[in-house]
């Protein structure tokens, strides 16, 4: 409720107040179900002793190791890879950005191969992703020395947009040659699109630039992938 009414002080409307209890109540959500996610994806879960034995999981396109238990340095396998949208949801301190950068870590395998391209937004001056500057294709940031630099919002929208356009074109050409997934090679890769603070490019950008975001991720994150286009957030 004060939260509510701290938004309306500064000029938010009914729409964006909305918008911002809803991101919330999905973050609360994701928090209370994030030490039973763990739980069921852990490798060295404790079953029970009429439980009947369990395979282990094998890594693949769509298992990824990246992280061990610091009890018995068992692996903890992650239930995707370089074909599906990723979102890291935790409370702060949590470990998101080490989750986030393992994972980040296990797709260079794919990135080396040049079948993996990288496109980034960071909202915190490019003190997260900055320091992976080299591997990305394009990093979207914002320079507070740069007095001459368009709002930060903006050019977020403007690249996004940019990226749905893509987004049509490849399922134009992948409709007309009969196909219905996009396929990654080195020389057509698919486009993974990093984003650190997932929460401040939407509910907490500036009013005027959060609708043609969250349009445009709504896009990536619903027809994106058939196309080759996957967002990996935190």
């Given at each position: 409720f004060h939260t509510e009414l701290g938004l309306r002080h500064l000029g938010y409307t009914d729409q964006h107040v909305l918008t911002v209890v809803r991101w919330a109540a999905v973050a609360a959500a994701a928090w209370l179900l994030s030490d039973a996610v763990w739980r069921f994806f852990r490798s060295d879960r404790a079953p029970s002793?009429?439980?009947?034995?369990?395979?282990?999981?094998?890594?693949?396109?769509?298992?990824?190791?990246?992280?061990r238990t610091t009890e018995d340095n068992q692996v903890f396998w992650f239930p995707s890879g370089p074909g599906m949208s990723v979102v890291f949801v935790g409370t702060s301190g949590s470990g998101k950005s080490g989750a986030f950068w393992a994972y980040v870590d296990k797709l260079l395998e794919w990135y080396d191969q040049g079948t993996v391209r990288f496109l980034g937004i960071d909202p915190k001056v490019g003190i997260e992703l900055r320091k992976a500057e080299p591997i990305f294709h394009e990093l979207v940031w914002q320079n507070p020395r740069d007095e001459d630099a368009r709002p930060f919002g903006e050019r977020v929208a403007e690249f996004l947009e940019r990226?749905?356009?893509?987004?049509e074109f490849e399922l134009v050409e992948l409709g007309d040659a009969g196909l219905d997934k996009h396929e990654p090679t080195p020389g057509d890769p698919a486009h993974v699109i990093l984003a650190d603070e997932l929460l401040q490019l939407t509910a907490f950008m500036e009013p005027r630039y959060a609708g043609r975001i969250m349009s445009a991720l709504g896009t990536i994150l619903t027809v994106g992938r058939a196309a080759g286009y996957l967002l990996v957030a935190a």
């Open positions: 002793e009429d439980a009947p034995p369990r395979r282990r999981r094998k890594p693949g396109m769509t298992s990824l190791a990246i992280a990226v749905v356009r893509d987004i």
